[in-house]
């Protein structure tokens, strides 16, 4: 039973999409992603995201930032969760104004961290989603 | 390049093309190596970098060995992008967008961990905010200057991480079976 469990386990692939229009940060949280075998997607802003989820793509987690161009993070989150996306929606942002985290979390957000994202941090996004990860 | 032969603890060796025994270029890895950590030590203590880059260097592996150069050349290309736009936009008292640009420096210099480059982000949002042209104008000549400072920095680390990967990367052949 327990080498099932661990089969079972070995089989979980989580799905991940980076919505940020800064490349580097892009850059850096796709490959940590990748090293945590999350496989995953980026795109640049908020609509690009919302017109992803149109296509029929869904992912366990969706790293969102804040200020975007075209759609920013509050309103593309809002959109998501008006369309009844319940993936695992994650701000990330460097604002560190109460008011506006507090904006972004009512707009649907399951959590927020202040940018840069390390390994830790993310490392506990992806237990709250499965905690066998 | 010539093969070199270990016997009975006697080096018999040839010059590789630097001029130098080939047994010595382990050496120079190690020395490099050590030049490489000093470094690295100085741009912390001096606070130009953090902790972060540590984290950028940990995501390094086999399958991206060159993350770390690739993720600092996007930066580097965008950072100049920015710095321009900006001194444009303080030109013309855009204030509004050049918070936005500052947004976009600070969040890439905070994720590589650049953090004096990082902080007068900060400092020049502030100014922006209260829309304090002559702050803005200090802000971004210290802004300029750290961003100079960090790019010469990086470039020498990442000449002496080439220097020690081209000797580290001297391969010595078997040991000569019939000796």
């Given at each position: 039973m327990e080498s099932q469990n661990n089969n079972q386990n070995l089989t979980i692939q989580l799905t991940a999409l980076v919505v940020d229009d800064n490349k580097v940060n892009r850059k850096i949280h796709q490959k940590m992603l990748d090293n945590v075998r999350v496989k995953n997607l980026g795109v640049k802003n908020g609509k690009e995201a919302v017109d992803i989820h149109c296509d029929g793509r869904r992912f366990d987690l969706i790293l969102m930032d804040l200020d975007m161009p075209i759609m920013n993070g509050i309103e593309a989150t809002k959109e998501l969760r008006s369309m009844g996306i319940s993936s695992m929606i994650v701000g990330v942002s460097s604002r560190c104004t109460e008011a506006e985290i507090q904006k972004f979390m009512e707009a649907g957000l399951n959590d927020y961290h202040e940018k840069p994202l390390n390994i830790a941090k993310l490392s506990s996004i992806l237990h709250m989603i499965n905690p066998n990860y | 390049m010539n093969k070199i032969w270990l016997s009975s603890g006697v080096l018999n060796s040839q010059l590789a093309k630097t001029g130098?025994?080939?047994?010595?270029l382990g050496l120079g890895a190690d020395l490099l190596w050590a030049d490489m950590n000093r470094l690295l030590a100085f741009l912390f203590h001096q606070g130009v970098l953090d902790e972060q880059f540590l984290q950028l260097q940990q995501l390094?592996?086999?399958?991206?060995?060159n993350f770390v150069s690739e993720v600092l050349n996007i930066y580097f290309h965008e950072s100049e992008k920015l710095l321009t736009n900006l001194r444009g936009l303080l030109m013309e008292r855009e204030y509004k967008k050049m918070e936005i640009h500052l947004n976009q420096l600070m969040g890439s210099s905070s994720s590589i961990g650049a953090k004096r480059v990082t902080n007068v982000c900060v400092a020049f949002r502030a100014a922006t905010h209260h829309t304090n042209r002559a702050g803005c104008l200090h802000a971004l000549e210290m802004l300029e200057h750290e961003y100079c400072y960090l790019k010469n920095k990086l470039h020498e680390l990442f000449q002496i991480e080439q220097q020690r990967a081209l000797v580290a990367g001297v391969r010595y052949p078997e040991q000569n079976q019939n000796q």
């Open positions: - | 130098l025994p080939l047994w010595m390094q592996d086999e399958a991206s060995p």
